[in-house]
């Protein structure tokens, strides 16, 4: 990967700019919103961030430097920077602050780093913790908070259709675009497809709208979901074929509702 060309010198480093990256290639990669929340992109793709892996190149470069005969100048060099806690050694040990871990030429010179796992560990516990608040605190995405995202990820793999990837990741998000958009100003958020009043947003377009349910009828069996039903299908609890028909109706239902906006909606 060219972005981490040279992070065995510079990958104990936290930069956003690398992180950015990989964030626009998610978002490109599953044709999702630029307002998608990053915690998303991490959760749904069982994404770890690219720290994570320039750090163990980091390390294992050093490992191996420090591993090298005494005569060698970079090893001569990094020992130098360890005594004076200067440049990469420092920002490791900024790193091993944060997690209580102790940090030492031994440790690093250690064959099998074990000090390593121990911290990439730590570090995964730390981004995991800091993923589930950032769900708890948001503000616009509310639905979110009611899936099973452990399991959230069991539809992105090699042998799902990628259209229903995108489709799945944008209805578990709510990231289609419906007139319910709380972020934006200036906007009506009401379902312009049917007379109830109430917002468009995700579960009303996939489980309420009279106005789709023969859509629902035909890919749930029924003409209105409840909230837990619904919620067990962006699971992918129901059975092996649910996420399947959500697929479906989403992809049928959306079109035939963009066939009704063009003649009248309060946002055209
Ligand atoms: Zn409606």
């Given at each position: 990967m060219v972005m981490c060309y040279g992070a065995q010198v510079w990958g104990g480093e936290e930069h956003d700019e690398v992180e950015k990256l990989q964030r626009y290639f998610l978002k490109k990669l599953y044709k999702?919103?630029?307002?998608?929340p990053n915690y998303m992109l991490f959760l749904e793709t069982s994404s770890q961030p690219l720290y994570n892996y320039t750090l163990r190149l980091h390390v294992n470069y050093l490992n191996k430097v420090l591993n090298q005969s005494p005569d060698r100048l970079t090893n001569f060099l990094a020992k130098i920077i360890i005594e004076n806690k200067l440049s990469w050694y420092k920002a490791l040990l900024v790193q091993a602050g944060k997690y209580n871990l102790e940090i030492s030429v031994s440790l690093l010179m250690d064959r099998h780093l074990r000090w390593l796992k121990d911290f990439i560990g730590k570090l995964c516990e730390q981004q995991a913790t800091i993923l589930q608040e950032k769900v708890i605190n948001s503000e616009f995405h509310k639905?979110?908070?009611?899936?099973?995202l452990a399991g959230?990820?069991?539809?992105?793999?090699?042998?799902?259709?990628f259209h229903l990837i995108q489709t799945i990741f944008r209805v578990r998000g709510e990231l289609?675009?419906?007139?319910?958009?709380?972020?934006?100003?200036?906007?009506?958020?009401?379902?312009?497809?049917?007379?109830?009043?109430?917002?468009?947003d995700t579960y009303h377009f996939v489980s309420v709208c009279p106005v789709l349910k023969e859509f629902r009828l035909r890919s749930f069996g029924k003409k209105r979901l409840e909230w837990q039903e619904y919620i067990d299908i962006l699971n992918g609890n129901n059975d092996v074929n649910s996420l399947n028909n959500l697929y479906k109706y989403v992809r049928d239902a959306y079109s035939y509702r963009k066939m009704l906006c063009s003649e009248f909606n309060y946002n055209n």
């Amino acid at each position: 990967m060219v972005m981490c060309y040279g992070a065995q010198v510079w990958g104990g480093e936290e930069h956003d700019e690398v992180e950015k990256l990989q964030r626009y290639f998610l978002k490109k990669l599953y044709k999702l919103p630029n307002n998608t929340p990053n915690y998303m992109l991490f959760l749904e793709t069982s994404s770890q961030p690219l720290y994570n892996y320039t750090l163990r190149l980091h390390v294992n470069y050093l490992n191996k430097v420090l591993n090298q005969s005494p005569d060698r100048l970079t090893n001569f060099l990094a020992k130098i920077i360890i005594e004076n806690k200067l440049s990469w050694y420092k920002a490791l040990l900024v790193q091993a602050g944060k997690y209580n871990l102790e940090i030492s030429v031994s440790l690093l010179m250690d064959r099998h780093l074990r000090w390593l796992k121990d911290f990439i560990g730590k570090l995964c516990e730390q981004q995991a913790t800091i993923l589930q608040e950032k769900v708890i605190n948001s503000e616009f995405h509310k639905q979110y908070k009611c899936l099973d995202l452990a399991g959230g990820s069991r539809y992105i793999n090699d042998s799902s259709n990628f259209h229903l990837i995108q489709t799945i990741f944008r209805v578990r998000g709510e990231l289609l675009e419906l007139n319910y958009q709380p972020w934006k100003r200036d906007r009506i958020f009401m379902c312009s497809l049917c007379n109830m009043n109430v917002n468009e947003d995700t579960y009303h377009f996939v489980s309420v709208c009279p106005v789709l349910k023969e859509f629902r009828l035909r890919s749930f069996g029924k003409k209105r979901l409840e909230w837990q039903e619904y919620i067990d299908i962006l699971n992918g609890n129901n059975d092996v074929n649910s996420l399947n028909n959500l697929y479906k109706y989403v992809r049928d239902a959306y079109s035939y509702r963009k066939m009704l906006c063009s003649e009248f909606n309060y946002n055209n």
